[in-house]
Nanobody
Framework: VQLQASGGGLVQAGGSLRLSCAAS????????VGWFRQAPGKEREFVAIISRSGSYTPYSESVKGRFTISRDNAKKEVYLQMNSLKPEDTAVYYC???????????????????WGQGTQVTVSS
């Protein structure tokens, strides 16, 4: 299984970026996918998750209303649209996946089996 995260970069505060996570080697339509991030000197934290059906999309309070997670099962990709970016959004963003049964959606990062390599997002003030 491979997850390839891309789309990071340098953007000014208030700007937007769209991250992509491309998956291979798993039955993507049966996988829940999450985005997590790790800022320098901090622990990795949950950002957003999308259920295998796409109908359940919890967000962290810090990004709710600004970020949108979505998926395209035909392309085996998950996206994170990030708007109104703030300097505190600066971090390495990781996507993670887990094959799940029916409606179960893992919420903790230690539940995820597969991780991408991360993509750097830097927001300047």
């Amino acid at each position: 299984v491979q997850l390839q995260a891309s789309g990071g970069g340098l953007v000014q505060a208030g700007g937007s970026l769209r991250l992509s996570c491309a998956a291979s080697g798993l039955t993507f339509s049966r996988a829940a996918v999450g985005w997590f991030r790790q800022a320098p000197g901090k622990e990795r934290e949950f950002v957003a998750i999308i259920s295998r059906s796409g109908s359940y999309t919890p967000y962290s309070e810090s990004v709710k209303g600004r970020f949108t997670i979505s998926r395209d099962n035909a392309k085996k990709e998950v996206y994170l649209q990030m708007n109104s970016l703030k300097p505190e959004d600066t971090a390495v963003y990781y996507c993670a996946a887990k094959s799940v049964i029916l409606t179960y959606t893992p919420m903790r990062e230690d539940e995820y089996d597969y991780w991408g390599q991360g993509t750097q997002v830097t927001v300047s003030s």
